[in-house]
Structures are given as structure tokens and as C-alpha cells.
């Protein structure tokens, strides 16, 4: 599934657990019981209702800001990224596969091309486009009036030049995959046997047209890159030395609202306006980022040291639901939490999965068991207060259409889990259980630091797992060595055995960008054959019948179910504090609501009484 920052954010950025999305990386729907942003209906009560046993529910949240009082021109605004760790600071969609920094650059950066609601392409963007009747070619035209901050042009040569650096055999970042090399001549240039890719050609300055192997239905729903690569500032750099270069890490430029001034690494960025954007002049001035521990978010917000954030721990909501300087945004999230199993390791060498029928979680048993043992409907309603839930397959309620709603997934089930662990052979030996074979079984389980509930819901994991006689032992830390460990470099620490992350998924509902045999961010290093043919079905011809696809992808829910590579805990809202002297602003996909309008109503944020 493909990330809404971009048309292949799969972050794919990568998902913080504790930071509301986690991590990416490139980085692809809404639930019959959850609502979608655009069924959401605006409320100017800011008291949440509260249903039985204190919990809370997303229906009772708009999307949209209310506006109170008109706007003055100009001011200067405070976002909050909420995190325990600093943003790494790879600022530039080509390059970059994590949520915080993705957070950063939503300011500044932005697509050619937009979405609607139903997270297909729109001819609103800085780009249009046109299909040809096979629905193989797309011809892409940037509007005259889309320029760089350096007052430089976008055109089509700086977006051929994005695919022809990602599709270069140094590219050390993480977008290369299945939605590349779909592209007519892409693998022939990755393998230095072309010079150029022949499926790409640039028409003339602001007009590019792509050829892909295989017309998709994911191609009109976030499979084309969509993020243009200056090539009058890259164009003379080795493509191994562009991530770490001082026009990704101190200088990054775009084309969005803002413009980066400053950067204190991993700390704050201070932008300012782009008069010359191309959809019209934003209506603040300054936008000053920072990021703030999710221990002291509450005091950020009551002071007004923050205007808004990019999340709000939802376990400190109900103590604060009824904060009297701000109006809290919800909407169901694009994302789930989930526990993942390392079965193979990446091959860094030919950018693909091997699995190993000899990894210590090789056994489907006694991951079935370990699944049965915890139960996530209480720990959405004890450490969520019901606005996180339990969730059951890996195509999350944000995507209603592919969703499979009657599928329970594995239910909570200790007895059961018991059952399995002994018919499997797993005895136990004391306290805990023997491997079949009689030796020692320890495993280690890797989770991300983050709010004040991280540590004990991992730990609550733990236990779940020591009480069906499995000895676990917990390692906590910080979100960037978390993703390093698990393998978004390509290099897979064989010391952990179980982790706990979670995804971001895009606006397409293809999940190949996260279990396929060629995706760097299939962290557990599951591949099979009928996973192959299940993913490769969802993109196929016949799955342009929707019909078709949606029985395609709950036969995939399903076997992702029965092998458990990874199974999901929690699906997810997403809970925004906004000061009231906000106006113009929105979370969610579809509002047609834009950065550049966002203004206030007065110079300074209102304060809690």
C-alpha cells in the first residue's frame, strides 16, 4: 500500500508507533462501521460525547477546522512534530522513507499531482494528465506557472530525471520497486543496458509522457512517482552522494507553499512563504517547526507554544478533551499497528527476499498462538479509549471498497493458543516452552519508544506471551535505530525475532510496496509463490472489474491470515489539536482545503484558560 504524502509514500514512510503514523517508506480506500472523512459532518461543540465505560469514538470528530473570527494578513505559526527522537533530516520525497521526516517536508514539498476522496488522480494538481486507450501511456503536462523556490522551472526533464536517479543502479534510497520497474525500458537502464529509459520522453519542457509494461488499476490510484528532482541542482552530483548532500540535508527546495529559511538538524525548521506558488500566495508568512516530546504536548498546546501538531497521543485525550483553547480534528487513519515476524533476510545484491525455512518464527503455529494470545479489542478501549481497534486483516477500514469487514481475523483466544502450542510440540519445561526438538526457546521481541503507554503495552505483549508459556524478552528504542534494526537499510539484525511497528499506507490499496518479494519494507521477509500470484492478480487486467479485484484481495487478506507473516493489532484514528485562532485547515484526504490558505484570526495563539 502506497502512502498519501506522495504516490508512493509507503511510508511506505515508516511508521512511528507512538508518533502517529510510524515509518516508510514509499512509500496504496473506508470501513462499513468506521465513517470516512467525507461523511464526517462538522461540529462546533468541542466536547467529544463519551460512550459507555468512558470510551470515544471517531464518529463524534469533524475533519475540518471550524473558522472563528476572519483572517488578518500574514502572522506566523507554531507546528508541533510530536516525537521522542529528532527527524533524521532527509528532506526530499526521492530519497526519504520516514514519517517525521515526511512531516517536515509537507510544507514545502508536495506531488505534481493530487487525489480526491476516492483516492484516485485529479487533474487539479501542478500536473494534468491524459490516458491513452490502452491505458499503457500517461502524458503529464506541469503548469507554466510551477517553479521552483529558486525561481527555476519545474519541467518534465527534472520528473523524467526522478525516475532515472531512483532507477540507477547507486540509488541508495528506497523507492525502486514493483511501480519502477512497470515502466517500458526501467529495468534495461538499471541493468546498464540502456543509457536512457525508453519508455519515458520528455515532449517538450513541460511535458512528459510515461509507457508502462502493464496498464494497471493502480496506475490512476498512486502507483506513478509523482515527485519531480531538480535537475539544475542534482544534475552534476553522483547519484550515491544525493541523500546525503546539502540540498537533501540543509537546503532542501520544492515547489509547495513554503520555503525552507533555516534548519536546526533534527530540531526545528523556520519557513517562510512562497509568494510565486503556483496555486496563489499563501496567507501566512512564517511557519516555524519543532519537534516536541509526547510527554509535554498538553503544556505546548494550553500555552500556546504550539498552534498545531502533526498528532496528538490519544491516550492523553480524555484527560484533555475538553482543552478550552483548541478544537480537536479526528478522522479514521491510513494506517494500522501490527506484530511482524522475521522469517528470511533482504538480499541486498539482487533487491529481493529470501525467506529462511529455518528462522526461529518459522513455524505458522506458533505464530497463529502468539496471535491468539493477546487481545486487542481491550487494549483499543484500555490504552485508547476506544479510538484505536482491533484490527483484523492488512487492508485497514480507510480503504472501505477492498476491505474485507466480515473477515474476524484471529480472534483472542488463550485456550486455543495453549492447544496449538502443544499439538505443535512446543512442551513446557517449567515455566516456558521447549522448540519441538527439545531446545531452548527465546524470543526476542523489539519495540519503539514513544509516549507515556509505549513501554507498558509492549510489556502488556510480553506478559500475553509469557502466560501461553513463551519466554519473550523486550528490548525498547528509539524509532530511527528501531527501523535501522529491522531492515529499511537492507540489513536485518538477526537478533530480533519479533517487533512491533506500524504502517502508513497510500492511497492505493496495492499492498505489493509492503509484502512483496521485491519490497525493501517487507520487514518480515515473507515471500511465496501464492503471495506472487495474489499480488501480481490485484494489478492484472481482469482486476480492473472491481468485482474482481475486491474478490482478488480478500483471498489475500485471507492467506495473509493463515501465514501470519505479520498480524495486525490496531487500526487507528487520527486525533488533531488546532488552536482556535486557526482557520482554513483540515485533515483527511479530499477536502480541497490547502496549505497555502491556512491563516489566523489574531497575531498570538489563544491560551487555555
Not at 463524534?60 to 527522537?85: Q, R
Not at 491516550?315 to 478550552?324: E, G, L, T, V
Not at 482491533?390 to 466480515?406: G, M, R, V, Y
Not at 483466544?413 to 510440540?425: M, P, T, Y
Given at each position: ?107 514545502f514539498d508536495e506531488a505534481l499531482l493530487t487525489w480526491d476522496k476516492n483516492y484516485v488522480y485529479t487533474n487539479d494538481g501542478a500536473a494534468t494528465y491524459e490516458v491513452s486507450e490502452d491505458g499503457r501511456t500517461f502524458t503529464f503536462t506541469i503548469r507554466d506557472n510551477v517553479n521552483w523556490h529558486d525561481g527555476m ?279 516456558f516452552r521447549t522448540n519441538p526438538d527439545g531446545s531452548e526457546l527465546v524470543i526476542n521481541f523489539l519495540s519503539m519508544t514513544g509516549g507515556d503507554i509505549a513501554e507498558p503495552l509492549a510489556r502488556y505483549y510480553v506478559q500475553s506471551w509469557n502466560a501461553i508459556g ?140
Amino acid at each position: 500500500m502506497k502512502k498519501r504524502m506522495g504516490s508512493k509514500m509507503l511510508l511506505p514512510l515508516l511508521l512511528a508507533f507512538m508518533m502517529v503514523l510510524s515509518a516508510c517508506a514509499s512509500g496504496k480506500g473506508n470501513d462499513v462501521t468506521q465513517p470516512t472523512p467525507s461523511n464526517v459532518q462538522n461540529q462546533t461543540n468541542n466536547e467529544k460525547k463519551s460512550t459507555e465505560e468512558g470510551l470515544h469514538s471517531i464518529e463524534d470528530f469533524s475533519n475540518i477546522k471550524t473558522n472563528e473570527g476572519e483572517p488578518i494578513n500574514g502572522g506566523t505559526i507554531t507546528y508541533g512534530l510530536v516525537s521522542d527522537a529528532p527527524f533524521e533530516g532527509i528532506l526530499n520525497y526521492n530519497f526519504s522513507d520516514g514519517i517525521p521526516d515526511a512531516r517536515v517536508q509537507t510544507w514545502f514539498d508536495e506531488a505534481l499531482l493530487t487525489w480526491d476522496k476516492n483516492y484516485v488522480y485529479t487533474n487539479d494538481g501542478a500536473a494534468t494528465y491524459e490516458v491513452s486507450e490502452d491505458g499503457r501511456t500517461f502524458t503529464f503536462t506541469i503548469r507554466d506557472n510551477v517553479n521552483w523556490h529558486d525561481g527555476m522551472p519545474v519541467t518534465a526533464q527534472d520528473w523524467e530525471f526522478a525516475h532515472e536517479v531512483i532507477g540507477h543502479k547507486d540509488y541508495d534510497g528506497s523507492r525502486y520497486g514493483a511501480d519502477f520497474t512497470n515502466i517500458e525500458g526501467m529495468v534495461e537502464y538499471r541493468e546498464g543496458k540502456a543509457d536512457k529509459i525508453s519508455g519515458i520522453k520528455v515532449l517538450n519542457d513541460k511535458k512528459l509522457q510515461i509507457t508502462y509494461i502493464k496498464s494497471t488499476p493502480s496506475l490512476l490510484t498512486g502507483s506513478i512517482w509523482t515527485y519531480p528532482l531538480a535537475k539544475h541542482i542534482f544534475g552534476g552530483m553522483e547519484v550515491a552522494k544525493m541523500s546525503s548532500s546539502s540540498a537533501v540535508r540543509e537546503k532542501p527546495i520544492s515547489f509547495g507553499p513554503f520555503k525552507v529559511e533555516s534548519i536546526v538538524p533534527g530540531e526545528s525548521v523556520v519557513y517562510v512563504k512562497n509568494p510565486d506558488y503556483w496555486r496563489g500566495e499563501p496567507n501566512l508568512d512564517k511557519v516555524v517547526l519543532k519537534v516536541i516530546s509526547p510527554t509535554t504536548v498538553v503544556q505546548h498546546l494550553k500555552s500556546g507554544g504550539v498552534d498545531l501538531v502533526d498528532s496528538f497521543p490519544i491516550d492523553q485525550f480524555p484527560d484533555n478533551a475538553n482543552m478550552s483553547n483548541v478544537e480537536y480534528l479526528g478522522v479514521v487513519d491510513r494506517a494500522y499497528t501490527y506484530i511482524g515476524f522475521k522469517l528470511g533476510k533482504w538480499d541486498e545484491t539482487n533487491k529481493v527476499v529470501v525467506p529462511n525455512s529455518e528462522a526461529k518464527m518459522a513455524d505458522v503455529n506458533l505464530r497463529k498462538a502468539m496471535w491468539h494470545a493477546v487481545d486487542n479489542d481491550q487494549v483499543g478501549k484500555r490504552f485508547y479509549h476506544g479510538l484505536r481497534w482491533n484490527a483484523t486483516t492488512l487492508i485497514p477500514p480507510s480503504h472501505p471498497e477492498f476491505h474485507d469487514a466480515s473477515n474476524p481475523g484471529v480472534t483472542y483466544d488463550v485456550e486455543k493458543a495453549n492447544q496449538i502450542l502443544d499439538e505443535a510440540g512446543y512442551k513446557k519445561n517449567g515455566e516456558f516452552r521447549t522448540n519441538p526438538d527439545g531446545s531452548e526457546l527465546v524470543i526476542n521481541f523489539l519495540s519503539m519508544t514513544g509516549g507515556d503507554i509505549a513501554e507498558p503495552l509492549a510489556r502488556y505483549y510480553v506478559q500475553s506471551w509469557n502466560a501461553i508459556g513463551l519466554n519473550v524478552n523486550l528490548e525498547m528504542v528509539e524509532f530511527n535505530t528501531f527501523y535501522d534494526r529491522i531492515g529499511r537499510n537492507g540489513k536485518d539484525d538477526p537478533s530480533v525475532d519479533v517487533y512491533q511497528g506500524a504502517w502508513s499506507v497510500g492511497i492505493d490499496v496495492d499492498p505489493t510496496g509492503l509484502y512483496g518479494r521485491d519490497a525493501l519494507f517487507n520487514f518480515p521477509r515473507f515471500a511465496d509463490e501464492k503471495n506472487d500470484r495474489l499480488l501480481a492478480e490485484g494489478v492484472s487486467e481482469k482486476a480492473f472489474d472491481v468485482a474482481t479485484r475486491q474478490a482478488i484481495y480478500k483471498e489475500w487478506q485471507q492467506y495473509m491470515i493463515d501465514e501470519i507473516p505479520v498480524f495486525p493489532t490496531l487500526y487507528r484514528s487520527q486525533i488533531v489539536p488546532v488552536n482556535k485562532r486557526i482557520l482554513n485547515y483540515a485533515i483527511g484526504d479530499g477536502t480541497g482545503i490547502y496549505l497555502h490558505e491556512l491563516a489566523v484570526s489574531q497575531d498570538n495563539p489563544v491560551v487555555a484558560e
